[in-house]
């Protein structure tokens, strides 16, 4: 599998994206628990990684794979259109994006997770 390069991002969002890992979503350390420390597929798992001028909740570098774990604001008219310009921006650099309600993590973390298994090998 391809690795993506080095993607280079706003330094402004380094503080933010540390705050971000100190105060995820319970379903964000809920799919954190199933993706970190090499879980899922032996792939490694960044979480709150800034991307140029993004914040993104997840990412497999060696996968260039992008999962985005969303709330209900992501399902207001404003959330998706900024969640596709996002998308496709990401798209742009080459990653996959995955996204996934809260509801589905909470829920279902079993359909989560395999279909993240999927995308990754």
């Not at 628990?33 to 960044?46: D, E, I, P, T």
């Not at 990412?59 to 985005?68: G, S, T, W």
């Amino acid at each position: 599998m391809l690795k993506n390069p080095i993607l280079k991002y706003n330094p402004k969002l380094k503080d933010r994206a540390r705050k971000l890992r100190s105060s995820m979503t319970d379903a964000e350390v809920k799919l954190w628990q199933h993706l970190r420390m090499r879980q899922m597929a032996g792939v490694k798992f960044l979480r709150q990684r800034p991307m140029d001028n993004y914040i993104v909740d997840f990412y497999a570098p060696e996968a260039n794979l992008v999962i985005e774990v969303d709330g209900g604001q992501h399902y207001e008219d404003d959330g998706l259109e900024y969640d596709e310009i996002r998308d496709a921006y990401l798209k742009g650099l080459n990653l996959k994006v995955l996204r996934v309600s809260n509801l589905d993590v909470i829920n279902n973390i079993e359909g989560v997770v395999e279909r993240i298994i999927q995308l990754v090998e």
